[in-house]
């Protein structure tokens, strides 16, 4: 079998438009019927929810959880009524891989930055596909494609098979759609991302 990866050179939402193609090439025949994408403000969600409006897809949007950097949630509420009127879910769960210390334990981050070696894409990507099956909105095998990206917008795309945190060895990843040329320096590539709208 062969299929093809895009690699961007630079991160941030200008290859988000060259992501959704790539997702929207691969459902193609492929009887997957979600997608479980990132949004930290909702400008990712909002134009996914456009971008797939007529594919039959249900989006799992999963924004950052409460209290996680702010006083006040990013993702406007009515952003997420809208994306539920709309028959898609959005899920406001614990982030797997950012409870630091928990239970004076530092796995979390170890698996943060082990996943960061590929790229940040991919780290939320695993960390969202299985806070939606401990949320429920998968089931444990189900084929999706999960979309994430750094910084800003999406650059990231892959073809999992969900599992729950707790079945953890059961995750899969099956393709790589796509994912950025990862910086030597994220710090400093992130600081040129613009901001969110």
């Not at 400008?43 to 594919?55: G, M």
């Not at 960390?127 to 939606?132: G, N, P, T």
């Not at 994912?179 to 969110?196: G, M, Q, S, T, W």
């Amino acid at each position: 079998m062969e299929s093809k990866i895009i690699y961007f050179e630079d991160i941030g939402p200008q290859n988000t438009g060259i992501t959704f193609k790539a997702v929207k090439e691969r459902l193609k025949d492929s009887g997957i019927n979600k997608i479980v994408i990132a949004s930290t403000t909702g400008a990712t969600a909002r134009t996914a929810c456009d971008y797939f409006k007529d594919a039959g897809i249900k989006l799992i949007v999963i924004p950052h959880q409460y209290d996680f950097r702010r006083d006040v949630n990013p993702f406007p509420r009515e952003l997420a009524e809208e994306l539920r009127g709309a028959g898609h879910e959005v899920h406001f769960g614990t982030m797997l891989f950012h409870t630091d210390q928990l239970y004076d334990s530092n796995i979390p981050t170890l698996m943060a930055n082990l996943l960061r070696c590929f790229c940040q894409g991919i780290k939320v990507c695993v960390e969202i596909v299985m806070m939606a099956t401990d949320a429920g909105l998968l089931s444990k095998g189900e084929r999706v494609i999960a979309v994430a990206g750094t910084g800003r917008g999406a650059d990231t795309a892959l073809v999992m098979q969900a599992s729950s945190s707790r079945n953890m060895k059961k995750l899969r990843v099956n393709e790589i759609l796509c994912k950025p040329l990862y910086p030597l320096n994220i710090d400093e590539a992130l600081i040129k991302v613009p901001p969110a709208a």
